[in-house]
Nanobody, 122 residues
Framework: VQLQASGGGLVQAGGSLRLSCAAS????????MGWFRQAPGQEREFVAA???????YYADSVKGRFTISRDNAKRTVYLQLNSLKPEDTAVYYC?????????????????WGQGTLVTVSS
């Protein structure tokens, strides 16, 4: 499975972005899809994941602000980022894991995209 993330950019605090991650190869509908992020000098952290049935899971830090969704027909997972804060600045990575369990550890994901940079200015 190859993953291609896009949609990052520069936005002011309070603004919104939508990240996309397009998958090629493999059986997309059989993968749990996740988003992680890594800020400069910090560890990679879990942001959100979506299961095979579409059930979402979120880190507490983004709950209520970010929304993960998937379109199996388009083989794409999305992350809608609303009410952005400067501390959301990071490179955002999408990842795929064999289902059905929903891992929140990056070590449990099998495939990774290249990352897309989100910068939130204050």
């Amino acid at each position: 499975v190859q993953l291609q993330a896009s949609g990052g950019g520069l936005v002011q605090a309070g603004g919104s972005l939508r990240l996309s991650c397009a998958a090629s190869g493999g059986s997309f509908s059989r993968y749990v899809m996740g988003w992680f992020r890594q800020a400069p000098g910090q560890e990679r952290e879990f942001v959100a994941a979506i299961g095979l049935s579409g059930r979402p899971y979120y880190a507490d830090s983004v709950k209520g602000r970010f929304t993960i969704s998937r379109d199996n027909a388009k083989r794409t997972v999305y992350l809608q980022l609303n009410s952005l804060k400067p501390e959301d600045t990071a490179v955002y990575y999408c990842a795929a894991a064999f289902g059905p369990n929903i891992p929140m550890s990056g070590n449990s994901y099998n495939y990774w995209g290249q990352g897309t940079l989100v910068t939130v200015s204050s």
